[in-house]
């Protein structure tokens, strides 16, 4: 009697642990757990999301203007570009259409490269991305400056292809993808929010996939 108790109340114990992931090392089951935010699947292959628009950029035509609140406005053309610290940056690509995609690798220069170039003023809270194709979207001066965000021309070893966004986009993976402007053209550095593409559209201002911050 006694014994069967004990066995139904450890039973039941067992079985929350095994809810709750208990015991596991962190290196086995519970990072799958932990990487995929809320309601997202896990896709392999890299789907083509934007406005239908592919704007076709050559290298050499292409201009990087960097204006705004800043010490050092400048327009970085593809030299400029490549002459900077070249960083690589692995990270997982989160869509707020639910499919996400791990271990992308990116090569570029880092935004914290590009802050330390140009120095915005200390009234600066908000970063403004423009595009080629009319694109724009708009973050907060920390989302932008972190030291996972990357401007990349190039995805798992090769240039990115027009199609996901070459020769140059934004990378910022801690929100959702819509965030990361392809064909970037222009950063403005403000001294208040402008609302882009999307978020005047009813997607909510910061986009944190582990918030499920789809929609406003
Ligand atoms: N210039 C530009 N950037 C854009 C978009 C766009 O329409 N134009 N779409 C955004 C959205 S909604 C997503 S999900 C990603 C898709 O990038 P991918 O096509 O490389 O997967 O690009 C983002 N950046
Ligand atoms: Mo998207």
New binding site residues.
Partial sequence: MRIAAEDTKLTKTKSRWAEVGKFLTGQTSRPEDDRLPPGQHLVKN??????GQTPNIAPQNWRLDITGAVEFPTSWTWNDLMSAPQTSKVSD?H???TWSRYDNHWDGVTTHDLLDAVRPLPEVTHVLLT?N?G?T?NLALADFASPEAIIAHSWEGERLTL???GPVRLVVPHLY??K????LRKIEFATADHPGF?EVRGYHNHADPWLEERYS
């Fill in positions: 890299w789907p083509v999301l934007d406005l690509i869509c707020v259409t595009s194709d694109y979207t199609e996901h966004g993808f819509w990361s402007a392809k064909w999307w």
